[in-house]
């Protein structure tokens, strides 16, 4: 088991080991600098993490956490800035996502909960920002599980379970995703889920997530003789959040159709 799990270690390194150098076109990140992870990075890691599941359909839990804890740990560390470091967790977490999509619930709820936890302790403690960074990896995490169509019960049992001071924050991020992670980010993870999911031989009428937010407001007449019901859908992330009749809702300002220029996609 040791000597398997140091293999898988290994394995993510090599991946990862060339996350500085520039793409095959050319690319570079701020200031000229290559990008920390390429889009096919992130797709070999969802590839490397969707083959613990085996041809029998039982999925290696152990080690899929470890392939996800690892990927985690080591992409976002190469991250040069803590807004970087918040792009590639997002899109790794997106990535992971769509290598599950098809694990049994149990399986992937198993996975999801280690991944949570290990970001919990990216955050550098003793620094100054240590408690603003520690909100702030939660709700990313928990932003891009949202967009990732995580089932949404299970995801609000994860931010049950996570500590106080981080629960409140954390449930934002499940009910408005794209106003924590910004519009083109969330188009962009979207785009980069639809092609994990691709590389992946998914079927072509999967059903794939969308960065929309729905916020229902339902305003009820009532006469003698009818009832109507009024229905209005905003954009927002996939979660439905009922109003209460006179109440108004907050509405996130996100964009409803994908930026242009179109994301780029593998590259």
Same mark, same amino acid.
């Not at 050319?26 to 600098?33: C, D, F, H, L, S």
């Not at 891009?144 to 449930?171: G, N, Q, Y």
């Not at 996130?252 to 994908?258: H, L, Q, R």
């Given at each position: 088991?040791?000597?398997?799990?140091?293999?898988?270690?290994?394995?993510?390194?090599?991946?990862?080991?060339?996350?500085?150098?520039?793409?095959?076109?050319?690319?570079?990140?701020?200031?000229?600098?290559?990008?920390?992870?390429?889009?096919?990075?992130? /797709?070999? =890691? #969802?590839? &490397?993490?969707? !083959?613990?599941? $085996? *041809?029998?359909?039982?999925? +290696?839990? %152990?080690?899929?956490?470890?392939?996800?804890?690892?990927?985690?740990?080591?992409?976002?560390?190469?991250?040069?800035?803590?807004?970087?470091?918040? /792009?590639? =967790? #997002?899109? &790794?977490?997106? !990535?992971?996502? $769509? *290598?599950?999509?098809?694990? +049994?619930? %149990?399986?992937?709820?198993?996975?999801?909960?280690?991944?949570?936890?290990?970001?919990?302790?990216?955050?550098?403690?003793?620094?100054?920002?240590?408690?603003?960074?520690?909100?702030?990896?939660?709700?990313?995490?928990? *932003?891009?599980?949202?967009?990732?169509?995580?089932?949404?019960?299970?995801?609000?049992?994860?931010?049950?379970?996570?500590?106080?001071?981080?629960?409140?924050?954390?449930?934002?991020?499940?009910?408005?995703?794209?106003?924590?992670?910004?519009?083109?980010?969330?188009?962009?993870?979207?785009?980069?889920?639809?092609?994990?999911?691709?590389?992946?031989?998914?079927?072509?009428?999967?059903?794939?997530?969308?960065?929309?937010?729905?916020?229902?407001?339902?305003?009820?007449?009532?006469?003698?003789?009818?009832?109507?019901?009024?229905?209005?859908?905003?954009?927002?992330?996939?979660?439905?959040?009922?109003?209460?009749?006179?109440?108004?809702?907050?509405?996130?300002?996100?964009?409803?159709?994908?930026?242009?220029?179109?994301?780029?996609?593998?590259?």
């Amino acid at each position: 088991m040791k000597k398997s799990m140091f293999a898988i270690v290994v394995c993510v390194g090599c991946l990862l080991a060339g996350l500085n150098v520039i793409g095959a076109d050319g690319e570079t990140g701020p200031a000229g600098r290559a990008p920390a992870v390429t889009e096919r990075q992130y /797709v070999q =890691l #969802a590839q &490397l993490l969707s !083959a613990c599941k $085996g *041809a029998d359909g039982v999925v +290696d839990v %152990d080690k899929a956490i470890k392939v996800a804890t690892t990927a985690l740990r080591e992409a976002v560390a190469d991250g040069e800035t803590y807004d970087e470091k918040l /792009v590639i =967790l #997002a899109k &790794l977490t997106t !990535a992971l996502m $769509g *290598a599950m999509a098809d694990w +049994d619930f %149990d399986s992937r709820l198993r996975v999801i909960h280690a991944m949570i936890q290990e970001v919990m302790s990216f955050a550098k403690q003793g620094s100054d920002d240590y408690a603003a960074e520690r909100i702030g990896f939660a709700r990313q995490i928990i *932003a891009a599980l949202a967009v990732s169509s995580v089932d949404s019960a299970a995801l609000m049992a994860e931010v049950e379970s996570l500590p106080e001071d981080l629960r409140a924050t954390a449930a934002e991020a499940v009910a408005h995703p794209t106003v924590v992670l910004g519009g083109t980010l969330a188009w962009e993870i979207s785009d980069l889920y639809k092609a994990v999911r691709g590389e992946l031989g998914a079927p072509a009428d999967e059903e794939k997530p969308a960065p929309v937010d729905l916020v229902t407001v339902s305003t009820t007449t009532s006469t003698t003789t009818t009832t109507s019901t009024t229905t209005t859908t905003i954009a927002g992330s996939g979660i439905v959040e009922f109003v209460e009749p006179g109440a108004l809702p907050v509405v996130p300002t996100v964009p409803t159709t994908a930026p242009s220029p179109t994301p780029v996609g593998l590259r």
